[in-house]
């Protein structure tokens, strides 16, 4: 069986875990603080709060920004539930838009989408392929848009326009026009869910890169005050001899990181341009070379003159086919025991937000993409012939439903 995203555990990795476990120190300590210094470096950006998810790090900026009933963030129609969850958990609205063909946001759509109620746009860096950010900082830059732009919070008025937040749970690493995301746009967050290029386990970080308006260190204080219930020390603060005494100064949230994921990401990171990224670019290189001569393989792109994915998500695409049929073939893989994937099941399709009243129909370039898309095996430990596998079950399986 070849498995779809299993986690590269091995005994650097656990040589750390145990290292953190003997240290006493296993909730927010030394090693989640510097995780955030290590990946403010990496990332080029100006402050780093790590969190339990990615999804926690979108709400808390979320609910920084002052985003709350009556507002709207636009996101695209193509990404998981997590992106649009926590702007309904903020009481906001989310305003689903079209892609492009590269899975990622488009601008034309993000214009027409834009009114006076539009607080933040949450731009998707899909399968790792970051969006086009240089055009989407210009549009809210524009003077039309900042007229039209109504600000309701102390945040929102000192910014003066819609916030970009952009959701790069794939795309740590991925390079735009020689910078890393993280350091693109307003604020980012990474995820290091258990499947993802660069894993904790569980966890996120939000990656604060706000105008010289901002003192990006003291919105890090907010915010980690804002993950740990509201307290004004966190754990490792309270250590410090007669520092023991604290306050709650507003009904936060529990979202912090702990040392026990950190320990794991400080290894990751460490290795991850020369050798996760190395390996994750030659499984997507591999891929495109055995695929290329099938006519019914649509490669991704992953790369171009300005932009450079993570190689998170290999979305190959089959032309000319139906969503019953892309089922029917997916089916044909795992019987070769092979495991593929779908990313993603458009939110319009999902119960609960055509419940709100969306419509896949509404958003055709989404349903395209995503009705031929098959995810194929990327993982740090997969072989050159598991490669070879997968793609020649792939094409087995094609033949067997297209006939």
């Not at 399968?127 to 600000?151: R, V, W």
């Not at 604020?187 to 386990?201: C, D």
């Not at 001899?241 to 529990?254: P, Q, S, T």
């Not at 031929?372 to 070879?388: A, F, G, K, M, W």
């Amino acid at each position: 069986m070849i498995p779809f995203s299993p986690p590269r555990i091995d005994q650097l990795i656990i040589d750390e875990v145990i290292d953190t476990l003997k240290s006493g120190w296993i909730t927010t300590g030394p090693k989640t603080k510097l995780f955030e210094k290590k990946l403010t470096a990496y990332g080029g950006h100006k402050a780093t709060l790590c969190v339990n998810s990615a999804s926690a790090g979108l709400e808390l900026v979320l609910r920084w920004f002052g985003v709350k009933e009556g507002d709207e963030v636009i996101i695209p129609a193509y990404t998981y539930a997590a992106t649009a969850n926590v702007v309904v958990h903020c009481g906001a609205k989310p305003v689903f838009v079209d892609i492009n063909d590269d899975f990622n946001i488009s601008i034309e759509t993000i214009k027409k989408a834009i009114t006076s109620k539009t607080k933040v746009i949450m731009p998707v860096d899909i399968g790792g392929f970051p969006c086009n950010y240089d055009e989407i900082n210009a549009l809210i830059k524009e003077k039309e848009q900042i007229s039209l732009f109504t600000p309701n919070s102390t945040e929102q008025q000192k910014l003066g326009r819609i916030l970009i937040l952009s959701d790069a749970a794939h795309s740590i690493g991925g390079i735009y026009k020689n910078k890393k995301v993280g350091s693109l746009t307003d604020i980012t967050v990474y995820s290091f869910h258990a499947v993802k290029n660069l894993t904790t386990s569980e966890g996120g970080a939000i990656c604060l890169n706000l105008n010289e308006d901002f003192d990006n260190e003291e919105i890090y204080k907010h915010l980690n005050t804002k993950s740990l219930h509201g307290q004004n020390k966190d754990a490792l603060a309270k250590t410090q001899i007669g520092n023991w005494k604290y306050d709650i100064v507003e009904a936060g949230y529990k979202c912090n990181m702990t040392d026990i994921l950190a320990s794991i990401g400080l290894v990751e990171l460490n290795r991850y341009d020369k050798d996760m990224l190395v390996k994750r670019k030659h499984i997507f290189d591999l891929y495109a070379e055995l695929l290329s001569k099938y006519k019914w393989a649509q490669v991704p792109e992953y790369a171009n003159d300005t932009k450079s994915s993570s190689f998170h998500v290999f979305l190959l695409r089959i032309i000319g086919i139906s969503e019953q049929e892309r089922d029917a073939i997916i089916s044909e893989i795992f019987k070769a025991e092979v495991s593929v994937n779908v990313h993603f099941v458009p939110l319009p399709m999902m119960s609960y937000y055509k419940k709100l009243g969306y419509k896949i129909e509404d958003y055709p370039k989404t349903f395209d993409n995503y009705s031929r898309e098959i995810s194929l095996p990327v993982y740090y430990d997969l072989t050159d012939e598991n490669i070879q596998t997968v793609v020649k079950t792939v094409a087995n399986a094609i033949d067997t439903i297209i006939k």
